[in-house]
């Protein structure tokens, strides 16, 4: 008989993440939509009047960051609720109702920003001076006028603005079908045993000793995903002809420049990734010939690359070892950004385990005012305990710039999202390292950071050439079939894993099951924010308090200045291919000892 999930109503209650703390009740939720909307009538009456006073500029602007600071905890909360169940259909509501009403506000504030950059500079100037308390809008008023040309009349904005529904509608379409409709087969466990193969499950699968579960995972994963490629490349393809829409509205020459203008960050930080990604490809390649070595095998194939290369110390960690192990590691931070961990650990803040239904993959996010909260699909491997790691390192950013910030500067960009979360897996690789000298243990706990190189800065930036290459075709008037994505995904496969790589015909359907490719020229930033965290957790453990006071002041910064400065601020820019180079040669070194440790 199949093993099957948990219903979300069968998970026990110190397992799952207390969204209470958000609102009580869902009529307090309710409250604070009809809330939102008293807000928004009050701004639109200030719409004309913004240039009459500093008082109505400053109300204005109250008015706006107050709205935007409900909406924020009102969505974080429906999301919540509906990622841990995504087939209860009236958290889906909640959903659609906050993204409905979110789509109408930003119709209503439209006016805003073209009203603002209408004021002449100097009458804006002379606005700060008559109300010093207009201050903590400072950076965001920067902010607007940076982007003054890329801003359209208030007519357009308010068009561009309800068309907010129909441009994230693929987005919204896939995940439905990937979280709540997509059914995968049944395949034989380890022990004979039929078990449905699911997301959660599915790298479990391929980290399985028995190479028949490794490629019957494989070969059942991308067969279910190709019965549906024909949908899936519509979606898609719709996807990028949103993002080129967005671009094109806001006068901008690409898709990939609009999504990095909108964090401050220079396009050639995402061209010099992949250039210098490319330049390092034979650190890549002879990964994989040392992988292939170890393993024993003559051919090397896709489902071969997440078995560990050191079965003897392939053992299961429980969650509570886990957090343990992790609160251990993170001491070089200090013991008051371990009590904040311990408090996320002893309160509530994570969701832990799969369950029916439940969102697949894991994430921290939160709300300004509350803490930040964690999901999970836990499944006692030592990937697991990195990704508790890197998730609470998210946590921690969040709940430190939120501390620390107004709201209006509290929210850090994407760019530099991963680096906290990636900072926090390099001290504990560090502190396992440090814990054992037992050379079968140390080759393990190095088989797994070289495949956090490999997962996160090659494999990152794979998914970032395929995403430009994409946008690109669309931007060209290309047309993006089934057949034009899974060759030109397949051929990238090829190129990045090299001559000793079987690149098998399955992964050519595994664009499609990237829900990372919804999210706007995402991923690129895993790979710069891992090469940020090398260097800056590598600092932290030579240089001590210095380096934590500098990395602190970054975590509490928000976006109260440009994600590369706030980097500089904590020791590294990201303005230079270095850090990606430097990350890069440090994984040669890992391979020289992994070399050496299973000689």
Same mark, same amino acid.
């Given at each position: 008989m199949a093993k099957e999930l948990l219903k979300r109503s069968e998970v026990k209650l110190e397992n799952t993440w207390k969204t209470e703390d958000m609102y009580a009740t869902v009529a307090d939720w309710e409250a604070d939509l009809a809330r939102l909307s008293e807000l928004s009538e009050a701004l639109v009456a200030l719409d004309g009047q913004l240039s009459d006073s500093a008082d109505n500029f400053r109300q204005a602007l109250v008015l706006e960051d107050e709205m935007r600071r409900i909406a924020g905890l009102a969505y974080s909360y429906a999301s919540r609720c509906s990622d841990v169940d995504t087939t209860n259909?009236?958290?889906?509501?909640?959903?659609?109702?906050?993204?409905?009403?979110?789509?109408?506000?930003?119709?209503?504030?439209?006016?805003?920003?073209?009203?603002?950059?209408?004021?002449?500079?100097?009458?804006?100037?002379?606005f700060f001076e008559q109300?010093?308390?207009?201050?903590?809008?400072?950076?965001?008023?920067?902010?607007?006028?940076?982007?003054?040309?890329?801003?359209?009349?208030?007519?357009?904005?308010?068009?561009?603005?309800s068309a907010g529904e129909l441009t994230e509608a693929p987005e919204n379409i896939f995940s439905?079908?990937?979280?709540?409709?997509?059914?995968?087969?049944?395949?034989?466990?380890?022990?004979?045993? =039929?078990?449905?193969?699911?997301?959660?499950?599915?790298?479990?699968?391929?980290?399985?000793?028995?190479?028949?579960?490794?490629?019957?995972?494989?070969?059942?994963?991308?067969?279910?995903?190709?019965?549906?490629?024909?949908?899936?490349?519509?979606?898609? !393809?719709?996807?990028?002809?949103? !993002?080129?829409?967005?671009?094109?509205?806001?006068?901008?020459? !690409?898709?990939?420049?609009?999504?990095?203008?909108?964090?401050?960050?220079?396009?050639?930080?995402?061209?010099?990734?992949?250039?210098?990604?490319?330049?390092? =490809?034979?650190?890549?390649?002879?990964?994989?010939?040392?992988?292939?070595?170890?393993?024993?095998?003559?051919?090397?194939?896709?489902?071969?690359?997440?078995?560990?290369?050191?079965?003897?110390?392939?053992?299961?960690?429980?969650?509570?070892?886990?957090k343990k192990t992790v609160y251990e590691a993170l001491a070089p931070l200090g013991e008051d950004y371990r009590a904040v961990i311990r408090e996320g650990f002893e309160n509530r803040w994570i969701d832990v385990y799969e369950n029916e239904g439940k969102r697949s993959g894991a994430y921290s996010a939160g709300a300004y005012g509350v803490h930040p909260y964690v999901l999970m699909n836990y499944n006692e491997t030592l990937d697991n305990e990195f990704t508790l790691a890197h998730e609470m390192g998210h946590a921690m950013h969040s709940y430190l710039s939120n501390k620390t910030q107004p709201h209006v500067d509290s929210e850090y960009v994407i760019f530099v999202a991963e680096?906290?979360?990636?900072?926090?897996?390099?001290?504990? =690789?560090?502190?396992?390292?440090?814990?054992?000298?037992?050379?079968?243990?140390?080759?393990?706990?190095?088989?797994h950071f070289l495949e956090s190189f490999r997962g996160t800065v090659y494999r990152q930036t794979m998914f970032a050439e395929f995403e430009l290459r994409t946008h690109e075709m669309t931007e060209h008037g290309e047309s993006l079939t089934p057949d034009v994505l899974s060759s030109l995904y397949y051929d990238l496969n090829k190129q990045y894993y090299g001559t000793d790589m079987v690149v098998d015909e399955g992964i050519a359907m595994e664009w499609a099951r990237i829900p990372h490719f919804y999210y706007n020229f995402y991923v690129y930033q895993?790979?710069?924010?891992? !090469?940020?965290?090398?260097?800056?957790?590598?600092?932290?453990?030579?240089?001590?308090?210095?380096?934590?006071?500098?990395?602190?002041?970054?975590?509490?910064?928000?976006?109260?200045?440009?994600?590369?400065?706030?980097?500089?601020?904590?020791?590294?820019?990201?303005?230079?291919?270095?850090?990606?180079?430097?990350?890069?040669?440090?994984?040669?070194?890992?391979?020289?000892?992994?070399?050496?440790?299973?000689?």
């Open positions: 259909t009236e958290n889906q509501a909640r959903v659609m109702k906050i993204q409905s009403l979110l789509v109408s506000l930003g119709e209503k504030s439209a006016f805003l920003v073209p009203e603002i950059l209408s004021i002449p500079e100097e009458k804006l100037a002379s109300k010093p308390e207009l201050s903590v809008f400072s950076n965001s008023i920067k902010e607007i006028l940076r982007g003054k040309e890329h801003t359209l009349s208030r007519e357009m904005e308010a068009l561009l603005a439905l079908f990937n979280n709540a409709d997509l059914v995968f087969p049944e395949i034989k466990d380890e022990n004979g045993e =039929m078990v449905r193969l699911t997301h959660g499950r599915y790298v479990p699968f391929l980290e399985s000793a028995d190479r028949r579960v490794r490629k019957d995972a494989f070969e059942a994963m991308y067969s279910t995903y190709k019965s549906y490629r024909n949908t899936l490349a519509a979606v898609y !393809s719709t996807q990028t002809k949103a !993002s080129w829409f967005r671009a094109k509205a806001s006068r901008y020459s !690409s898709c990939l420049e609009a999504a990095v203008d909108r964090n401050n960050v220079p396009v050639s930080v995402y061209h010099n990734l992949i250039e210098t990604v490319h330049r390092n =490809m034979d650190k890549l390649h002879r990964y994989i010939r040392l992988r292939k070595r170890l393993l024993g095998l003559s051919e090397l194939h896709m489902y071969d690359l997440y078995v560990p290369l050191v079965k003897e110390a392939d053992v299961k960690i429980p969650f509570e070892e886990a680096v906290a979360s990636t900072c926090n897996e390099v001290l504990l =690789m560090h502190h396992l390292l440090k814990k054992t000298t037992d050379k079968v243990q140390r080759a393990y706990l190095m088989n895993y790979a710069t924010g891992f !090469s940020a965290a090398v260097a800056l957790a590598n600092k932290i453990l030579k240089e001590g308090a210095p380096a934590v006071e500098n990395y602190k002041k970054f975590l509490c910064g928000g976006c109260s200045d440009s994600p590369i400065n706030l980097l500089r601020i904590a020791g590294v820019d990201m303005a230079s291919p270095e850090p990606v180079n430097e990350a890069l040669a440090y994984f040669d070194s890992l391979l020289d000892e992994m070399e050496e440790l299973m000689k």
